[in-house]
């Protein structure tokens, strides 16, 4: 059984940073790409970052790019965003995605979902 599993989330004031994690398990990850996104109150879910599993390369948002860093530890099968010059509207519930292709991954469909972390950042 898949798990993606979020952590890392909290409460930070505006120009701080924090890192997510999202642990990966139940199946090889090798050939997939891994994603984070996000969902604000009242707000659809948006793509945030993605990065291929075999290769490394990375996606992301305008609204993140420069700010926030996308990265994978193969040992460990667990991706990290790390997100740096946080502003009040990065505040949302961020939630770790895996599929086997990037294409839709990158519009927001994807296999497998984690549950999400609960990010705000204070102005």
């Known amino acids: 059984q898949v798990q993606l599993v979020e952590s890392g989330g909290g409460l930070v004031q505006a120009g701080g940073s924090l890192r997510l994690s999202c642990a990966a398990s139940?199946?090889?990850?090798?050939?997939?790409?891994m994603g984070w996104f996000r969902q604000a109150p009242g707000k659809e879910r948006e793509f945030v970052a993605a990065?291929?599993?075999?290769?490394?390369?990375?996606y992301y948002s305008d609204s993140v790019k420069g700010r926030f860093t996308i990265s994978k530890d193969n040992a460990k099968n667990t991706v990290y965003l790390q997100m740096n010059s946080l502003k009040p509207e990065d505040t949302a519930v961020y939630y770790c995605?895996?599929?086997?292709?990037?294409?839709?991954?990158?519009?927001?469909?994807?296999?497998?979902w984690g549950q999400g972390t609960q990010v705000t950042v204070s102005s």
């Open positions: 139940g199946r090889t990850f090798s050939s997939y790409a």
């Open positions: 990065i291929t599993w075999s290769s490394g390369n990375t």
């Open positions: 995605a895996a599929n086997q292709w990037l294409g839709p991954l990158l519009r927001g469909i994807s296999a497998y």
